[in-house]
């Protein structure tokens, strides 16, 4: 039973959260009895830590109360948090791609996950100044789907020319100007790029792009968040041709 | 100039965070330009607090960067943080109308009135069971929204069957059982019930309605972010039939 915080276990589930050293060691940390069994069953789970006794088939540290309200980050604390290593992702790439450019709410992100795996898109593509594809928030919102989804971290400057190359029909999103999404092919090869939440898609990645697409609303409110954008146009994609 | 703490306005505005005592006052706060200017154009706003002169039209408080950073709950801290009144809504009920049963996450809720104004939905219904209408994370997810869409807090229990005898479609919303939104005739009357990020709409709840519809969606992925599903669905409506 480990009952310190200064613990060498601890610690080290402790600094996973940092950004850097979670990258320098290729791990991070997931919480609760759901997304620890999704991670098993991804094959991806390397140790436990419970509050009372656990068998995931990995090595369990029993630990305290006091320890698990110390290293979880969550309100309503879990009876059991994992250590994971990161995912080999399978680059291969399919005919539906969504592309987020300077997406940085981790929530949105996960969300788009989400919706993405539930209209069968093949590829989420994130940016490099997307925020982190572990980020525990992020990997919440996406219930579980961050695991069962190809997702993949590129340097979309080189990445765009490289879908064009290979007969993709590459847009960009914008509130009104481009092409309906409903009068959108989906027959064929397609990435959609999402934008910031705040400023859209940037300069440097729109002068890659030659179209847009938009979802038709009202004057009142032209832009939607955008993990709404996203499900809406992935929701279209997956519908096909009307 | 504010310097302390300890004056009494700036308790106020500090005490106007919680819940109850936001209720007992019937006013709340909303942080920075973009919504300030938002809460003058509702004709709420009545009185600012800022770092730097301002001109809203109403008594401003010039305080000092220390005491934004202890009234400010946002990581960027605002030039300017306002008291606004709550509002009076319009309780004209149109065609069209989202109801949402214990939706627990302010982000979620200001999403979904974000996109209710982008498809011209006439009224939110809040269920006595969600978060609070005038939390900072609804406002600032909302973009504003909040003070131009018909939002409403009602009983549910007393409100859909209240619907239904004005001969409205009141649908809930399910994962798979039901019917395919497409297939809703959009020409009637129509109101959508979504429920809580866990648990869905609740038992009590379910027992008003007579039908669901549902979001086609891949096998790996049934469910989707409330938000989302919220999104696409008021969208579809907006679309009219097909």
């Known amino acids: 039973m480990i009952e310190s915080k200064e613990n060498k276990k601890i610690k080290y589930i402790k600094r996973l959260r940092e950004n850097k050293f979670m990258k320098e060691e290729k791990k991070f940390v997931v919480e609760g009895d759901h997304l620890v069994k999704e ?11 419970s509050v009372k ?7 369990n540290n029993l630990i305290t109360n006091n320890i698990m309200a110390n290293i979880s980050t969550l309100k309503s604390k879990p009876d059991v948090i994992a250590i994971c290593k990161f995912m080999d992702e ?4 399919g005919d539906k791609i969504i592309i987020l450019d300077n997406v940085q ?20 593509v ?31 400057k080189y990445f ?22 409903r009068k959108v092919s989906k027959k064929r090869k397609i990435a959609l790029v999402m934008g910031n939440e705040g400023s859209g898609v940037s300069s440097d990645v729109k002068a890659l ?4 697409v938009y979802i038709k609303t009202s004057s009142d409110c032209e832009s939607l968040n955008v993990a709404a954008a996203a ?8 519908k096909g041709d009307e």
């Not at 765009?160 to 999404?181: E, M």
């Not at 792009?209 to 847009?212: E, I, P």
């Open 209 to 212: 792009l030659d179209k847009n």
């Open 160 to 181: 765009i020319p490289y879908l064009k190359g290979l007969g993709y029909d590459v847009y960009g999103t914008d509130v009104s100007d481009g092409i309906d999404i």
């Open 105 to 124: 709410d981790p929530g949105n992100i996960g969300t788009i996950i989400r919706s993405a795996r539930a209209f069968n898109i093949n590829n989420v």
């Open 90 to 93: 399978n680059e291969k790439l």
């Open 126 to 156: 994130l940016g490099l100044n997307c925020a982190s594809k572990y980020n525990d928030k992020l990997i919440r919102a996406s219930e579980g789907m961050i695991f069962k989804q190809s997702v993949l971290i590129k340097e979309l």
């Open 53 to 59: 006794e656990v068998s995931y088939g990995v090595l």
């Open 39 to 49: 991670a098993y069953s991804a094959g991806i789970l390397l140790e436990t830590f």
């Open 231 to 238: 499900s809406i146009l992935m929701y279209e994609v997956a």
